[in-house]
Structure formats: C-alpha cells, structure tokens
C-alpha cells in the first residue's frame, strides 16, 4: 500500500509529468504511483546506508562475544566500514591480536577489554570500562552502535543440565538486556546509534535438547523488537539478527559431543563472514527482525505454520537421530509416543 501522504506527492508529480492523460485512468495512475514509492524507497535506504557510512569516521562500536566466530567477523565488516571498534570477550590475546590487524589493515583505533559476561554484574563493569577509554585525540569514547553477539548454547537434557545453564541465562539474557539499557539510554539522550542483537532461529520453536538456549534467544527477539518500538521516536534502531546454523566453534563449545550433529551444522551452516555482512547491512538500514540467508528465510516462514508442538516433536526426532541418542521409549522399553503436544 502507498500511504496516503506519500501517494499524493507522488500523484502530484504523476499530474505534472502526464498531465494530458485523463484521469478515468485510475488503475495506470496508482501502479505509476507504487512504483515512483517502491524506487524513493529504495534511494532512501541506499541514501541511509550511504550516509552512515560517510559520518562514521569517528564513531565507536561495542562488539561483545568478539574474540571469534561471528562477533570477530561482524568486528572485521565494521573495520573495513571505518568504524572505531570497542572488542569484548574473555581471551585476551585473541582480542588484542584482532585489535592490532583491524588498526594496521583499516587505520581504524581498537580496543580491547576483557569481560566474562556470565558474571553478575560484568556488564555493568564493562559499561563502566567502556566510559573510561579515550580515543587517540583523547577525547571521550563514544558507542554509537552496540553489538550484543557474546551468546553461548547448551546441549543436553534439561533436567540433567539444571542449575549449569545459569550462567548461560546470565550471558544470553541478563548481559544484553543490561547493556541495551545502558547504552541505549546514552543513544536516546543523543538522539542517535543502532543496537544490533544476535538471536538465533532457534527463537522460532521449542528446541529439544538446546531447551534453555532456544528458550533465551526467544527472549532476545521480543526483548528486541519491544525496545525497537520505545526506541524509534528518539532516532534509536534496534534490529535482532536471526541467523541458522554458522560455521564457527559454537557446537563445540556448546558441548555437543556427536560428529554426525556436527558435521550435519558445518555442511549446512554459513560463513560467518557472510552473516556478519547481512546483519551489519540489515542493522544500520534499521530492519527490526532480521533473518540471514534464503533457506534461513524460508525456514522461519515454514515454522510458523506448523503447530508449535509438532514442530518441536519433528526437532527432537531429528536430534535424536543426528547425535545417534537413545530415544526416551528405547530407554523405557514402552511402546508409547515420545512426545506429545
Ligand atoms: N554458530 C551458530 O550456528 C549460531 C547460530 C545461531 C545463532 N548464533 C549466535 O551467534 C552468536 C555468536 O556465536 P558464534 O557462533 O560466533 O559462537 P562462538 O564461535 O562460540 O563465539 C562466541 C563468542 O562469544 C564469546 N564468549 C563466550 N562466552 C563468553 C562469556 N562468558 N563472556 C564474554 N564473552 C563470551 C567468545 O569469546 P571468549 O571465549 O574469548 O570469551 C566468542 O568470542 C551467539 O549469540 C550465538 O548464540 C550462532
């Protein structure tokens, strides 16, 4: 649909271009009109785009979870952009070394600090760190653009897993919603910045086995698209990425054990390279729910179709036939269902 404001500029200038065509030719006018919408659309957020672009050279991002996998390349995407970069995670050394190749490669200034954020508090602490850096002018470091990519999975049953998905919870839900609240009041009072989180398919359904990190990254999608509502008339853009299986360390450290899972995740996953691209594109033309890749796409359109119970019986058969696993019926000996709705 053409709002109507819109549709009456452009009916306007229709009017000024054609004026000896008659009016009774109402059907022609309005396909004219949706198109001339379609293309400003389209100049507006290559305009946008651009212009973000050509102000960044004194901008600053906070990266978290930056050290590997996705967080290093959405950091490298960004380098390349000219943006300043904040780099957060655990591993020093990693940190400091991505810092040394995005200054010397991109002339951009990098910093790196160290942050558990499965730590009570740590996202407080790194806030706090982050309004003590100084830029090479020595002025005051300034996020424009907070990254929250830091997120970690958990494979198991669980029951069996219990209380060791805490500090998950803490990284995949407490961290980020601190730091978009701390950041983001600091961007509301200057009317300005992007705040892009990392999600996950998994939001879409109940997802056996990684229960509690599905679970999270359904969180982090409402959480964001929420905000992104209480944002957007102070010139904030919060977008949530959504990507499907990449290709980093991210089964590993998620504690899945089965080479046949992992395999199946690489073959099927994308170069974190690629999502990176997507996303940093997605977040600074300000979409809200980002899906990364066609098939990812696909995928989430699909999953709204199916009954959120059959869906997740189909996603626990596949686990289960993937890790090799002994069913829940094998185990008990019954002949009954799996899993019901
Ligand atoms: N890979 C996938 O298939 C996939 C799919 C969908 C969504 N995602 C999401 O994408 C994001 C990035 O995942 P990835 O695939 O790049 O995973 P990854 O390769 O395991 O990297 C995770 C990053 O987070 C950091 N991190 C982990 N625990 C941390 C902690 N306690 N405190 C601070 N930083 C921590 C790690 O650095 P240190 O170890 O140095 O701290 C690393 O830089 C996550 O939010 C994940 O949920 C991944």
Known sequence: MVPARDSEVFLSIYKSLMPDVSPSLSLHRVLTASLLHRIAAIHKRCFSLYSVSM????????????????????????????????????????LES?????????????????????????????????????????????????????????????VELGSRAFPMLRLNIIAPTSLCALFGRDMKDRREGWILNIGSLTANQPTPFFASYGASKSYIRNYSLALRQELAPFGVKVSCAQPGFIRT??????????????????????????????????????RGLVNIGIANTFTAWFSKLLPLGLLSAILARAVFALTGRETARQKLGEDKPLIKD
């Open 249 to 286: 360390n991210f089964d590993e450290n998620s504690g899945v054990k089965s080479e046949r899972y992992r395999r199946f995740s690489h073959k099927n996953g994308m170069p974190a390279h690629r999502v990176a691209k997507i996303a940093v594109r997605a977040a600074l033309s300000g």
């Open 55 to 94: 102000k960044n050279v004194l901008r600053w991002v906070l990266i978290t979870g930056a050290s590997d996998g996705l967080g290093r390349e959405i950091a490298r995407v960004l380098g390349s952009k000219g943006w300043n970069l904040v780099l957060t995670a655990r591993s020093r050394e990693k």
């Open 98 to 158: 991505l810092c040394r190749d995005l200054a010397r490669d991109h002339g951009v200034e990098a910093l790196p600090l160290v942050a558990d954020l499965s730590r009570e508090g740590a996202a407080e602490q790194l806030y706090h760190d982050c309004r003590g850096l100084w830029d090479r002018q020595g002025g005051a470091v300034t996020v424009s653009f907070l990254v929250n990519n830091a997120g970690s999975g958990l494979f198991g049953e669980g």
